[in-house]
């Protein structure tokens, strides 16, 4: 790929995760689905806390897409969610496949009875991008937090 090819690349991975964002907090699950390859890869193991060695998470990550739908439509639902991602490092591999890191902070305010009101956490995605039909998707997602704080 020249220079431009990989600008080009790196502006659409990154209105892909633009529309990450945009759709879990506006609820646009349809949207959202399209986001993802058929066989992606959702590992938000322990999202609501620091991390641990993922050798210490019982539960495996989520796999395929509509397992990722279902799963975050169940939990963001009863909540306000507002998310951001920011200062990305993109890498293009080759014409097909990037990776990224993206900073994040989110706030997710929860309804009276929950186990908290509001929860702030800040921390960073592991991605990879496959580019299929000629449209990028998220192929693999993992997010691990650096700090957590609840009221």
């Known amino acids: 790929m020249d220079d431009v090819e990989q600008l080009v690349a790196v502006e659409?991975?990154?209105r892909v995760k633009a529309a990450y964002f945009r759709c879990m907090d506006?609820?646009?699950w349809t949207e959202f689905a399209t986001l993802f390859t058929d066989d992606a890869v959702?590992?938000?193991?322990?999202a609501l806390e620091i991390p641990k060695?993922?050798?210490d998470y019982e539960e495996p990550p989520i796999t395929r897409v509509d397992a990722i739908v279902d799963?975050?439509?169940?939990?963001?639902?009863?909540?306000?969610?507002v998310h951001y991602g920011h200062m990305a490092e993109i890498d293009i591999v080759d014409a097909n496949t990037a990776r990224a890191t993206w900073p994040?902070?989110?706030m997710?305010?929860?309804?009276?009875?929950?186990p908290f009101h509001i929860f702030r956490g800040w921390g960073h995605y592991w991605e990879t991008y496959r580019k299929t039909n000629g449209r990028w998707q998220?192929?693999?997602?993992?997010l691990r937090r650096l700090y957590v704080e609840t009221e």
């Open 12 to 14: 659409a991975i990154k």
């Open 26 to 28: 506006r609820r646009e």
């Open 42 to 46: 959702f590992d938000v193991r322990g």
């Open 53 to 55: 060695p993922d050798e």
């Open 71 to 81: 799963y975050v439509r169940t939990g963001l639902t009863p909540l306000i969610s």
């Open 104 to 106: 994040m902070h989110d």
């Open 108 to 114: 997710l305010i929860a309804p009276p009875g929950a």
């Open 138 to 142: 998220i192929a693999t997602l993992r």
